[in-house]
């Protein structure tokens, strides 16, 4: 496929520094992210793909925080070496984003309507009156009812699902390229959740932009990703079309992700779970990070530290040695050990 | 809001009575006879019972409370024991001195505290920070009197920039109000601090951030305003100790304000003129309580006054 790349991460890497040493949050992520593509990065809470969304737009706050090697490159220009000025130009205008919190990620004593208008003010320099009409109709374009009277209202009188109804007319007023969406219902009813998702969906379409879903929720990924990133331990483990992996989980954490889910159909007396814990950020094993836990784990998993690589198929991309020549090696000497 | 504001005003009514009952009966246990004192020294015992009897003093208390009281509801606060003329003409003298004291010092409170809050609080745990955290902790130990002293002393008797006691001119406002005011600023500073820090922490400031806002809009727009809520009712508390303050620092500076006159007063135990004087303070401190409450609910609409 030639589809046109908009952003592109590379060995990106944030770690934050703190008295019990240094947290490896983010720790070698590459990603591309190709026009009107929706990529979700799913992955357990602190597995860094909160981090990784916050650092494409250098919102860590430093210190503790810091990215410290990798390009981020949006549309060939790299993010990190970025001055303030040209940031403040791509913040909320070419790459916007909604949080996980709409209750608290609203200014609470400034009207929605202004908090919108005021980006359209800095990024287009459109003056009050008419910025401030291009806030309502925004609010209107995301479905609150009655938005000219919302707009003057303050987050405090909105609910939770037309707050973060408002958050996405405020990333949207630029019509940016990119969309980072950082768990964007998990505050929100199920209901309420769909309508988001569907709302997000539809404007994608309307605006041609690129979406990256942040998300521990699975069953949103089936639902609205194109590409989909399994992050663990700050690192991509398997990254590919989201209805292959799917169908074929190739990493054993994405197929223990998988198997974890309930499911409806089947008559479950118990939950699956994935044994053992993540490691600490702070003190990452030598070989692969999931060797602890991984029920094919061999001698090599814990002496190597895999690559992140492309399987025969060019789109998809795994960090396994299950899935590379190697293994087979290792298999056939294994069992003329262990016959 | 009017409704709140008429609502605040008719609890004024228990203010007064309470204070003057209050004042009144400190003023009864104080040792001291004000007809005594009037007579002078060396008067006879009849000339000493001709005073009271003239004051009215040989009345019982209550008698003497009540009928205070309800001259006071009429507008009339006494006569001076000492010179026989009317209270409110001496304090309607008075107040406007202390009160351009009080303006200015609450303002050099606000604009340093809040100047010096924020200062810190954009570099937290930097050189800068530490220094200002550190004069403002002295700032809040120094008692005002020795303050206006130390003041009076460098910048009158040594530098000679600035006149050294009097309420003559704009140069004599700026040593006593700066006595007044630092000892405020200091305590706003610590407060603007540490409530811009927890504001600057939190998500809908990283959402100014994210949309791409310079930092001085999201520290002054979006972070400051928020801040704000808890200091205005440190300045409201403030406004009440620096009133307190005028009857050091007027005495200090011999400024013939309201507090002064208190001090005089009490002095000569000349007890129409100390009431007054406390109740007109006292009516001046509840009116600044309603306005920091209404400028907290213009700031903040989520407050429901009623």
Same mark, same amino acid.
């Given at each position: 496929? +030639?589809?046109?790349?908009?952003?592109?991460?590379?060995?990106?890497?944030?770690?934050?520094?703190?008295?019990?040493?240094?947290?490896?949050?983010?720790?070698?992520?590459?990603?591309?992210?190709?026009?009107?593509?929706?990529?979700?990065?799913?992955?357990?809470?602190?597995?860094?793909?909160?981090?990784?969304?916050?650092?494409?737009?250098?919102l860590i706050p430093t210190p503790p925080g810091k990215i410290v090697e990798g390009e981020i490159l949006l549309n060939n220009k790299d993010i990190v070496k970025m001055k303030e000025e040209e940031l403040r130009k791509v913040r909320g205008n070419q790459i916007s984003m909604i949080f996980q919190e709409p209750m608290t990620s609203l200014n609470p004593i400034i009207p929605v309507g202004e908090q919108i208008a005021e980006t359209i003010r800095l990024h287009q320099r459109l003056p009050r009156k008419p910025a401030w009409q291009k806030a309502v109709d925004l609010l209107e374009m995301v479905g609150l009812p009655s938005p000219e009277k919302r707009a003057k209202q303050e987050p405090f009188q909105l609910s939770g699902g037309m707050r973060q109804r408002v958050m996405i007319a405020m990333a949207l007023a630029c019509t940016p390229e990119v969309l980072i969406a950082d768990e964007p219902t998990t505050a929100l009813d199920v209901t309420i959740q769909a309508q988001i998702l569907e709302l997000?969906?539809?404007?994608?379409?309307?605006?041609?932009?690129?979406?990256?879903?942040?998300?521990?929720?699975?069953?949103?990924?089936?639902?609205?990703?194109?590409?989909?990133?399994?992050?663990?331990?700050?690192?991509?483990?398997?990254?590919?079309?989201?209805k292959d992996l799917f169908k074929t989980p190739l990493h054993p954490y994405t197929q223990g992700l998988l198997s974890s889910l309930p499911n409806i159909h089947e008559n479950q007396q118990e939950l699956q779970?994935?044994?053992?814990?993540?490691?600490?950020?702070y003190d990452y094993p030598v070989g692969c990070r999931f060797a602890d836990r991984c029920p094919h784990a061999r001698e090599i998993c814990r002496a190597e530290a895999p690559d992140l690589l492309e399987?025969?198929?060019?789109?998809?991309?795994?960090?396994?040695?299950?899935?590379?020549?190697?293994?087979?090696v290792i298999e056939e000497k294994e069992e003329l050990v262990c016959p | 809001m009017l409704l709140f504001i008429a609502k605040r005003l008719v609890q004024i009514i228990p203010v007064i009575f309470g204070v003057t009952l209050v004042v009144f009966l400190i003023m009864q246990m104080v040792p001291g006879d004000p007809a005594a004192i009037l007579a002078g020294e060396g008067a006879s015992q009849e000339t000493i019972e001709q005073y009271r009897e003239d004051l009215g003093l040989n009345r019982p208390?209550?008698?003497?409370?009540?009928?205070?009281?309800?001259?006071?509801?009429?507008?009339?606060?006494? +006569?001076?024991?000492? +010179?026989?003329?009317?209270?409110?003409?001496?304090?309607l003298l008075r107040l406007p001195i202390t009160?351009?004291?009080?303006?200015?010092?609450?303002?050099?409170?606000?604009?340093?505290?809040?100047?010096?809050?924020?200062?810190?609080?954009?570099?937290?745990?930097?050189?800068?920070?530490v220094s200002v955290m550190v004069v403002a902790?002295?700032?809040?130990?120094?008692?005002?009197?020795?303050?206006g002293l130390l003041l009076m002393y460098l910048f009158s008797v040594k530098l000679q920039w600035l006149p050294v006691a009097g309420w003559d001119g704009p140069l004599n406002i700026i040593l006593p109000a700066l006595t007044l005011g630092v000892g405020g600023a200091a305590i706003v500073a610590r407060m603007t601090r540490s409530s811009m820090l927890d504001v600057i922490g939190q998500d809908y400031i990283r959402t100014a951030r994210a949309k791409g806002l310079k930092e001085h809009f999201v520290i002054y727009k979006h972070a400051l305003r928020n801040a704000l809520i808890p200091v205005i009712t440190v300045v409201g508390l403030q406004f009440g100790s620096l009133l307190g303050g005028t009857v050091l620092v007027e005495s200090v500076f011999a400024i013939n304000g309201l507090g002064r006159m208190i001090v005089d007063a009490i002095r000569t135990r000349d007890l129409p003129m100390v009431q007054g004087g406390v109740l007109v303070a006292s009516l001046v401190f509840v009116f600044v309580n309603l306005l920091v409450d209404v400028l907290y609910r213009a700031v903040n609409k989520r407050i429901d006054l009623n």
């Open positions: 496929m +030639n589809k046109e790349v908009v952003l592109q991460v590379k060995n990106l890497k944030t770690h934050f520094t703190t008295s019990k040493g240094t947290a490896k949050a983010v720790d070698g992520v590459d990603f591309t992210l190709h026009k009107g593509e929706t990529l979700g990065i799913v992955g357990e809470s602190g597995c860094g793909k909160s981090i990784t969304s916050l650092s494409l737009l250098r997000m969906k539809d404007l994608q379409k309307q605006i041609g932009m690129s979406i990256i879903f942040i998300t521990h929720d699975l069953g949103v990924v089936s639902e609205v990703c194109d590409q989909v990133a399994v992050m663990y331990a700050g690192q991509i483990v398997e990254h590919r079309n989201a779970t994935i044994e053992g814990s993540v490691p600490s950020p399987t025969n198929n060019a789109e998809t991309k795994v960090r396994c040695f299950m899935h590379t020549e190697k293994w087979e | 208390v209550a008698e003497q409370y009540m009928s205070y009281v309800s001259n006071v509801f009429q507008g009339d606060l006494g +006569n001076s024991l000492k +010179n026989k003329q009317p209270v409110l003409d001496e304090i009160m351009e004291l009080a303006f200015y010092s609450i303002l050099i409170t606000i604009v340093l505290g809040l100047a010096a809050g924020i200062i810190s609080a954009v570099k937290p745990y930097s050189i800068r920070d902790l002295l700032g809040i130990s120094l008692p005002s009197f020795w303050l």
